[in-house]
């Protein structure tokens, strides 16, 4: 599936194919709350690499979290005009490409499930969802994002 998607103000515009669009998993660590979840988390898809797209590369800035005393692999690219996070990349998995839910504007699948993460790491003002349909971690889980659309005929191919 094609997903296409911007900053907020237009600066940045890209695309990139996903087998993984279904929004779902919800982080709660403090560096996906502060760099793009404002409701106490964020959402990120799968996307391939190769096919990543990129007008106005030159409105983007990158961040790595500051971790164990060293700095993160993991590329947070947010647009330098207006802040909103974008992706995220990092070179252990070079044929993935993470785009923030939010950030994207084709019209994506409405989850029927969820997955919160992290949830260890939640603020405490944060309330986790509640309801059948979402299952809870405490840290990361051992099921990749291809492998929990795989697992629920969910992966578009």
């Known amino acids: 599936m094609l997903l296409e998607g911007s900053c907020h103000c237009g600066a940045v515009r890209f695309s990139l194919e996903s ?7 919800r982080c709660y660590c403090s ?3 502060k760099t793009a ?3 106490g988390f964020a959402i990120n ?3 391939i690499a190769g096919s990543l797209k990129v007008d106005g590369r030159e409105n983007l800035s990158v961040y790595r979290a500051r971790m164990n005393g060293g700095e993160s692999d993991l590329q947070r690219h947010f647009c330098r005009n207006c802040g909103s996070p974008l992706w995220c990349y990092s070179e252990t998995w070079p044929e993935l490409i993470h785009p923030h839910a ?4 084709t019209p994506l699948p409405r989850p029927a499930a969820f997955v919160d993460i992290m949830l260890d790491s939640a603020a405490p003002w944060v309330v986790p969802h509640e309801g059948d349909n979402v299952d809870r971690f405490g840290e990361y889980p051992r099921e990749s994002i291809d ?3 795989r697992s629920r005929g969910l992966r578009v191919d």
Do not use: K, V
């Open 19 to 25: 087998h993984t669009p279904q929004p779902y998993m």
């Open 31 to 33: 560096i996906c709350r």
């Open 37 to 39: 979840g404002s409701g």
């Open 45 to 47: 898809l799968g996307g």
């Open 102 to 105: 939010s950030a994207i504007d």
């Open 147 to 149: 492998d929990w659309h």
